[in-house]
């Protein structure tokens, strides 16, 4: 279970590096979250190892602000995405309850943006009889752009989305079964609302 949540997850964050400062800032939102976790719990090696990261995302930040002269590609994604993974697997321990469960739907908020974007274009590909690694311009930040959105907008929004709902899941915590509830609803509602209004706009410019 936990090869495969680290290669799903190391994909997913692969999936949201399509538009400019989006996979960056969402790894600066991660290293951030984690470090001050970690910090709290005196785990020293991966609160450092998270400030390295920031730090060389921070740098990285300035050169892939549109029009973005460098660029993270497939390894650069998957490495940090598979570090993200790696340290986020970590953290499960620090909030951990004998069942597990509180822990996971932690783990899960934090990872919600790219969990839901990889699940519903997957979903998208399986019931359209296509192959899941077929790249599409179905994912969330894709949608958002068709919007009307910039590319930093786009990544302002994510940001704020999944810092929003990690903050709710997180004070939710100690009742894991109506965070899970609440985090499957903010998410499924989020998706719909941006393809709706998408489709919307697509078929008012038609």
Known sequence: ??????????????????????????ALYVFFILGILFTIHGMWTEMFICVIFGGA???????????????LGDSGSLFIGLTMAFLSLKGLNLTIDKSGTQSLVVFLALWSYPTFDALQVT??????????????????HHLLIGLGLTHVQASV???WHSFTTFSIIYILRGSPNVALVALVVTMVTTVLIIKRLYHKRQHRTT
Do not use: E, Q, W
């Open 157 to 159: 929004f994510m940001l």
């Open 1 to 26: 279970i936990t090869i495969v949540a680290v290669v799903f997850y190391t994909n997913a964050f692969n999936y949201i590096d399509g538009i400019d400062t989006m996979a960056a800032t969402y």
């Open 123 to 140: 979903i998208i590909r399986l019931y359209k009889r296509k192959s899941i690694f077929l790249g599409d311009k179905r994912h969330m």
């Open 57 to 71: 995302m921070c740098g990285f930040y300035i050169f892939n602000l549109t029009p973005a002269r460098v660029f």
